[in-house]
């Protein structure tokens, strides 16, 4: 993704206030924080633009700002409908959080919060897959992913933004009805609608719907509709991407164990848990090739008749050959070593030997 500025623009004077842990947030403008843009959406009950920008590489952000985006114009007819909420990517963001140790207190601490609000920023941008700036998604008040916007640089009026929102009308309208429909009925109507929303969201950006599969859990902690097993391993590839998030290997092979072991897991899906757990172990690069291999072993014994058992013990293959490749290499230096002691005593022997 390229570095995705903010342009500081007076865009109403009469504010629209919601709190967000005793913070007042204006939600009458363009946010830059989004959580404050979920929790304002919650409150007034709107779907977000959340708009990635680079203005100062990509060569339209800024066009898209000047030419509309950020005119008092179309700021008040949007957020009458919408949270808008642009999350920044210029070179200046990065150089606002870089820390000079020889500044002053004051600026370090001013630093260290546009560290933070960037690493918050990035961390936003991978979990909706962003590859490219500018990037436009609406999203539901909750952050649910509903589609993507596409402008270029001929956008110049509120008409233009909106047609094409309004060209998406039906997926929307799925979306919106699906949604609603995860809170009505039955606990097995919920769950069957939970699902729905996963059969209608792009698998990119399947990991933003945890909070639903937590909630199918709830709802159906026995597996009643047979489907409850779904959000379980949907869960454990959340909770992994988050462990991966932060470097934390062990935590991230410890989801995909802990997943495969649950009983409502079918052989299918636990092998499918076993096999992640073994082929993120070898590739976030352990060496304890053993380890990969058992993990490897119990996907293959999982389900040995499924459609992908071959390829499992193709892999299976692959890591012996790397174990004995390491056993011999081990064996190869312990050689050595006794090469190299058996010279040294030698020379050692001869050096102690008194001369004829």
């Known amino acids: 993704m390229k570095k995705i500025g903010f342009f500081a623009a007076a865009i109403l004077t009469a504010l ?5 842990g005793g913070k007042k947030i204006d939600s009458s403008k363009w946010l830059d924080n989004f959580e404050e843009a979920k929790s304002a959406a919650q409150k007034e009950n709107k779907q977000i633009i ?5 203005d100062d590489s990509d060569n339209l952000s800024l066009t898209l700002k000047e030419n509309l985006l950020f005119k008092d114009e179309f700021v008040t007819a949007e957020t009458a409908k919408y949270v808008l909420v642009n999350l920044d990517f210029s070179e200046s963001k990065y150089q606002a959080a870089q820390v000079d140790e020889t500044a002053s207190a004051t600026e370090k601490k001013a630093a260290e919060k546009a560290h933070k609000q960037l690493d918050e920023n990035m961390n936003v941008a991978t979990y909706y897959s962003v590859q490219m700036s500018p990037t436009f998604y609406l999203t539901s008040k909750e952050g649910y992913y509903i589609t993507q916007l596409v402008f270029d640089d001929t956008l110049s009026s509120v008409e233009g933004f909106e047609q094409e929102i309004a060209s998406h009308e039906e997926e929307i309208n799925t979306f919106t009805e699906t949604l609603a429909r995860t809170t009505q009925g039955s606990n097995l109507e919920k769950v069957s609608a939970i699902d729905d929303m996963y059969s209608i969201t792009d698998r990119r950006f399947a ?4 909070p639903l599969a937590r909630e199918a859990l709830k709802l159906d902690p026995k597996n009643e509709s047979g489907i409850t097993n779904k959000f379980i391993v949907e869960l454990a590839q959340v909770e992994a991407t988050e462990a991966a998030l932060s470097n934390d290997v062990e935590k991230m092979i410890a989801v995909f164990d802990k997943a495969a072991e649950n009983k409502l897991l079918s052989a299918e899906q636990k092998q499918q848990m076993y096999y992640y757990a073994g ?10 090739y053993e ?20 390829n499992i013990q193709n892999l299976l ?12 290499m081990n064996e190869d230096v312990k050689i050595e070593d006794v ?4 010279n040294e005593n030698t020379s050692a022997d001869a050096a102690a030997k008194p001369e004829q």
Not at 50 to 54: H, I, K
């Open 317 to 328: 293959r692959i890591v012996d050959e790397r174990i004995a490749e390491t056993s011999q």
């Open 291 to 310: 380890r990969v291999r058992d993990y490897i072993q119990k996907a293959y014994d999982a389900d040995p008749q499924s459609e992908v058992a071959s």
């Open 50 to 54: 959340l708009f990635f920008s680079a």
């Open 207 to 210: 990991y933003l719907l945890a």
């Open 339 to 342: 090469k190299i002691e058996d």
């Open 16 to 20: 629209v206030m919601v709190s967000c």
């Open 279 to 288: 082929y993120y172990l070898g590739g976030m690069g352990s060496t304890d």
